[in-house]
């Protein structure tokens, strides 16, 4: 049975007269909001001004390739929506504007796309700018949604608890247990501890290290690919009170893009495979062998790292029960050669009174050719207060920077020499010896070399 509400045939489109009517009242509306917005100076039409579209490689990028995006930022669907003039910015004005706020506040990210939906959609779809995880007080959750952001992008992450806070090893386990999954696209790690706590390297350590599985197939022992950083660049381990003289081994032995690694109170296992390209490397002692154990020790590294092009050596002397066994290696010849190396920075540690041999030693075996500046550096020293604090030289300083007169280079370009290894007296025949000298500072103040 035909229903009584459907009709019995189709109406006809025809334009009435009340129809024109009421499309001629919205266009003259429209005409009298945007002459009014004009005369306006603080508001800015959509009409009148556009903002400027990507550029061609941008717009091809992964992060603006995104329909939602480019309608959100360049099309409104409201045709009359009133603009502030900052949506005119560039979207690259503003992703970098971004970064640099996420750099200072690890909810920055989270307030910016809460301001207005074209920056969210602009802060969402660039990945780039969620890279940074710095694991603090905000907790675990936020960190999972920032991973998740980031979709294939690369991960700086820095552990690093506040200074006289000791470390929570619970929190750090957690911590660990959600970065290993995704170590693989960790492109910097830094693990920064300044308080003591009793074997924090093997919780911190222990997930990212050599991994054996049992292989069925092979009938022995295979390594767990998981921990493998393949994009890893540059490495920073930092715990100056570590009393843990263990060896580890991280990554499995694999992290083939990294080039600049910054060590203080950890050993770790040599392997060419992971340290013999780099390019940087500051090492600080961690004091678990002394004397021509020590020099040995580093001189292996060296060794495999042999193209370095910057070099920064300090040895610290720990309070340790006893000396820790070291079984050196045959191959360590008296002379090594870095053929590429052009900075070299000695350090000498603030709780040292005197220059210790095992710096000079290690000098006294290096071969640099192409070596251009050359850096003494007093940790106790800082620079603000150099005004008023006249340090006495070391009292070994005459005898090693004779010694400098001979291992290091003639051509050098650059000197530098702050704190206890400042003496006046010498910088003279400093000054003759190295005869291509270009810049000498004295206490970061610049010497001039024409008066000498």
């Not at 001629?24 to 579209?53: G, M, R």
């Not at 061609?56 to 360049?74: C, E, N, V």
């Not at 062998?289 to 040895?315: H, K, N």
């Not at 030289?393 to 290894?421: C, E």
């Amino acid at each position: 049975m035909p229903s009584m509400l459907r009709r019995s045939r189709r109406r006809e489109l025809t334009l009435t007269a009340s129809f024109t009517s009421a499309i001629q009242e919205k266009v003259h509306l429209q005409q009298h909001f945007s002459e009014s917005i004009s005369c306006n100076p603080f508001i800015v039409a959509h009409t009148d001004i556009q903002p400027s579209s990507p550029s061609h490689s941008i717009a091809k990028s992964p992060d603006f390739a995104r329909p939602s995006l480019t309608f959100s930022l360049y099309r409104s669907p409201i045709l009359n929506l009133q603009h502030h003039p900052i949506h005119t910015l560039p979207p690259e004005l503003l992703i970098r504007i971004f970064e640099l706020g996420s750099f200072d506040d690890a909810l920055f990210l989270i307030a910016i796309s809460h301001v207005c939906h074209p920056w969210r959609m602009l802060a969402i779809h660039t990945h780039t700018l969620w890279r940074r995880l710095s694991f603090g007080s905000h907790g675990l959750r936020l960190w999972k949604e920032r991973i998740a952001r980031t979709r294939g992008c690369s991960l700086d992450v820095t552990i690093a608890p506040p200074q006289h806070h000791f470390p929570d090893m619970d929190a750090l386990a957690l911590q660990l247990h959600l970065l290993v999954p995704h170590i693989s696209k960790a492109r910097s790690l830094e693990l920064r501890f300044s308080s003591y706590s009793p074997f924090l390297w093997n919780t911190a350590l222990g997930p990212i290290c050599r991994q054996e599985q049992w292989d069925n197939n092979m009938g022995r022992h295979a390594f767990a690919p998981l921990v493998h950083a393949l994009q890893l660049e540059k490495l920073t381990l930092c715990f100056p009170e570590n009393d843990d003289t263990k060896e580890f081994t991280l990554f499995a032995g694999v992290a083939p893009r990294l080039r600049d690694v910054t060590l203080d109170g950890i050993r770790l296992t040599w392997l060419p495979e992971l340290y013999g390209c780099l390019t940087h490397l500051d090492y600080t002692h961690h004091g678990f062998t002394i004397g021509p154990s020590a020099v040995d020790e580093v001189l292996g590294m060296i060794q495999v790292s042999c193209a370095l092009r910057e070099l920064r050596i300090c040895f610290r002397r720990g309070v340790r029960d006893g000396e820790v066994l070291y079984l050196p290696r045959n191959d360590v010849p008296a002379e090594t050669r870095l053929l590429q190396l052009e900075r070299l920075v000695l350090a000498v540690d603030e709780s040292d009174i005197d220059i210790p041999p095992e710096l000079t030693s290690l000098s006294s075996r290096l071969s640099m050719p192409k070596l251009h500046e050359l850096h003494l550096v007093d940790r106790r020293f800082q620079p603000t207060n150099r005004r008023w604090w006249k340090p006495a030289p070391f009292p070994g300083l005459r005898g090693a920077l004779g010694l400098f007169q001979v291992t290091i280079p003639s051509n050098i370009k650059v000197l530098a020499m702050a704190g206890r290894w400042t003496d006046h007296s010498s910088i003279p025949a400093l000054a003759k010896h190295f005869k291509e000298l270009h810049n000498l500072e004295v206490c970061g103040v610049e010497k001039d070399l024409v008066h000498m």
